[in-house]
């Protein structure tokens, strides 16, 4: 496959901890985007990471890129009962997007209050 | 914040039937696009549209889809003859260059076949 694949598939964590959410992928990309999906809603874009970057913040989201590994890691830190959702991971291609997206499966996250 | 608009937000339709999914794209976004998500799986993508045709799309999309923008503001989605494996929640998207920034979803239409 050469679609991202999240892992962990399912995350609960405490209010107030962090949590580390990761991404492996099989073909270069031109950037790496995470998506955050409520339950039965859209997709809300969180952050994208270019081929050439290393590490990106975002209020309280870390993201980190390993091309050599291919891989990313999204941190949340502080984490809020209002954090509970999926998370995907989607790359876009060398070609810039030119066939879109590829998601992967998603992490489920659950804080507990 | 500008948003993507998806119209309904829930279609049930009988198996054969034509079903048009509608969207309405952020006003200066070029690209559009179309996903879907079956029930527990990943996010799919069907097709991308630039310039008023279709700039790639995936296997899914195959004969039985067509995608149009009739007016220079809706976007829409055509499945002719529905089957029951279509029922997914379907997302439209747009964005301003290609992939390289982030895409701009809708809140998706879910599409029930019975």
């Known amino acids: 496959s050469q679609q991202g694949e999240e892992d962990p598939q399912a995350l609960s964590i405490q209010e107030g901890e962090n949590a580390t959410m990761n991404c492996s992928y099989k073909t270069s990309i031109n950037n790496l985007q995470w998506y955050r999906q409520n339950s039965g809603r859209g997709l809300v874009h969180l952050i994208l990471?270019?081929?050439?970057?290393r590490e990106k913040h975002s209020g309280r989201l870390r993201v980190t890129l390993d091309t050599s590994k291919k891989s990313s890691s999204l941190l949340i830190t502080a984490s809020r009962a209002a954090d509970t959702a999926s998370y995907f991971c989607?790359?876009?291609?060398?070609?810039?997007?030119?066939?879109?997206?590829?998601f992967g499966k998603g992490t489920h996250l659950i804080i507990q209050p | 914040e500008p948003e993507v608009t998806q119209t309904p937000s829930h279609q049930v339709t009988q198996m054969g039937q034509e079903v048009i999914l509608r969207c309405v794209p952020i006003s200066n976004h070029l690209y559009f696009y179309w996903y879907r998500q079956i029930l527990g799986q990943k996010v799919e993508f069907l097709v991308s549209?630039?310039?008023?045709?279709?700039?790639?799309k995936s296997e899914i999309f195959d004969d039985q889809f067509s995608v149009e923008r009739p007016d220079g503001s809706n976007f829409t989605l055509k499945i002719r003859s529905t089957k029951l494996e279509d029922s997914a929640m379907y997302f439209c998207?747009?964005?301003?260059?290609?992939?390289?920034?982030?895409?701009?979803f809708g809140s998706g239409t879910r599409l029930t076949v019975v």
């Open positions: 989607a790359r876009v291609g060398i070609g810039g997007g030119a066939d879109g997206l590829t």
């Open positions: 549209f630039y310039n008023n045709e279709i700039s790639e």
């Open positions: 990471i270019r081929s050439n970057e």
């Open positions: 998207a747009s964005s301003i260059p290609r992939g390289r920034y982030g895409y701009t």
